[in-house]
């Protein structure tokens, strides 16, 4: 394999990165930043598919945001890898605050109380995802499935999580979007300029050699 990993990690290093990568979340965003400016769409392209990666982490649908993004940036016709780098906006570090804005504005969108001192986030979802890993093995056991858990979840978390982070997921991508546009630009600007020189000297030095 081209791209397979010479040193397997162990599981604890892997989500180790994930929580904090190596070298910090300061060098991550460098490097996405980097690779953004690297692509080699137009700028408003590439920024529509910042739009649609920053816009998906604002949704209740973890362990799919890749998915969703891509699904989202080609709706519209933005950059679909720049899509995909930008959810990583979505991280350890931003999930709580986030997770907490769309669950506020959803029930309050909803006329419905929200308790933050009775949500544990990280642990509905766990409840949920072992309810549906029980239901369905319930299918090939003797197992009850048992969906009252579930109904709860999609009550309480996902579906306010859902109709919340529209607004702030639209907001806060915006934002992004314009930021990006100009910045991206002079970017590129700047390195059409650098490749400009660059070939200016290496036409002279070949013309030099050539006397």
């Known amino acids: 394999m081209v791209f397979k990993r010479r040193d ?10 994930l929580i904090y990568p190596k070298g910090g979340w300061t060098r991550a ?19 529509r ?11 209740p649908f973890y362990g799919i945001h890749f998915v969703v993004a891509a699904l989202v ?19 350890p570090l931003t999930y ?22 009775e949500q544990k986030l990280g642990r509905k979802f766990t409840e949920a995802g072992h309810d549906l890993w029980h239901n369905f093995m319930s299918m090939f056991t003797d197992a009850t499935a048992d969906w009252h858990g579930l109904s709860v979840f999609y009550d309480e978390v996902f ?11 639209i907001v806060t991508a915006s934002i992004c979007y314009y930021i990006s546009v100009p910045l991206i630009r002079a970017y590129q ?20 050699s050539g006397k």
């Open 8 to 17: 397997k990690r162990a599981w604890w290093k892997v989500v180790a990165d």
């Open 29 to 47: 965003f460098h490097y996405i930043r980097h690779r953004l400016h690297r692509l080699p769409d137009p700028p408003h392209k590439i920024a």
């Open 49 to 59: 598919g910042i739009w649609a990666g920053v816009f998906t982490t604002f949704t």
């Open 73 to 91: 940036a080609r709706v519209m016709q933005g950059n679909i890898i720049a899509a995909l780098l930008a959810t990583f906006f979505g991280n």
């Open 96 to 117: 709580i605050p986030i997770g907490v804005a769309a669950l506020k504005t959803g029930h309050w969108l909803l006329g419905t109380e929200f308790e933050v001192a």
């Open 159 to 169: 579906f306010p999580y859902l109709i919340g982070g529209i607004i702030p997921g």
């Open 189 to 208: 600007n700047r390195r059409k300029g650098r490749i400009k020189q660059k070939l200016a000297a290496l036409r002279k030095k070949t013309a030099n």
